[in-house]
């Protein structure tokens, strides 16, 4: 956390879902020679890295499944972050929940535990702050903790784009790569 802020206000941050987002989404990828970078992601958090922290939220429903384990998570996640690390991107925390749909956990997104935590922990000004993701309940996440939404139409959003209308979710706006969705949020932090 050894970043400096322009001003002291209230630190902003992006929630960032992982998989069909940041990464390609290889349905419970794991193994690293299944990792690969989505367009404009290294452009897209650099243009937005002296502003805002960035968190990856993620649901791991493959470990409650049994497909991988918390340490195959792990090693594949910390993969994600180094690489990013290595072009002056910091992810300050992954927030992972490894459970199933039935489990009825409180921590797999559109539940909010995640945010609360965040918020708690690191002090976010959640209003002004931003989700982005592939999936209607990454939006519903974000709007259930209060923050911007962006709908990326990546990974496994252009299947999903219908569902938005159908479940009545609306992102605060829909993109098609996630360098337009960093532009759109460096507008938006200029503006106010
Ligand atoms: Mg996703
Ligand atoms: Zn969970």
């Given at each position: 956390m050894g970043r400096k802020f322009r001003t002291m206000s209230k630190k902003k941050a992006i929630l960032l879902d992982r998989?069909?987002?940041?990464?390609?989404?290889?349905?419970y990828a794991y193994k690293i020679e299944d990792f690969k970078l989505l367009p404009g992601v290294i452009e897209g958090l650099q243009l937005l890295q002296n502003e805002l922290l960035f968190f990856i939220v993620t649901n791991q429903s493959g470990i409650g499944r049994g497909y991988y384990t918390v340490e195959d998570f792990h090693k594949f996640n910390n993969h994600l972050v180094e690489t990013l690390k290595e072009q002056n991107?910091?992810?300050i925390k992954t927030y992972f929940c490894p459970h199933l749909?039935?489990?009825?956990?409180?921590?797999?997104?559109?539940?909010t535990k995640f945010i609360g935590e965040i918020i708690k922990e690191f002090d976010v000004d959640i209003k002004r702050s931003w989700m982005i993701g592939d999936h209607p309940s990454d939006i519903q996440f974000g709007i259930n903790g209060g923050c911007n939404t962006i709908f990326l139409t990546t990974g496994h959003g252009d299947k999903h784009i219908d569902d938005l209308k159908s479940l009545g979710i609306k992102p605060t706006c829909i993109y098609h790569d996630f360098y337009s969705a960093a532009e759109k949020i460096y507008e938006d932090l200029q503006k106010k």
């Open positions: 998989d069909g987002t940041l990464i390609e989404d290889k349905n991107i910091e992810i749909k039935e489990d009825k956990c409180d921590c797999r997104k559109p539940k």
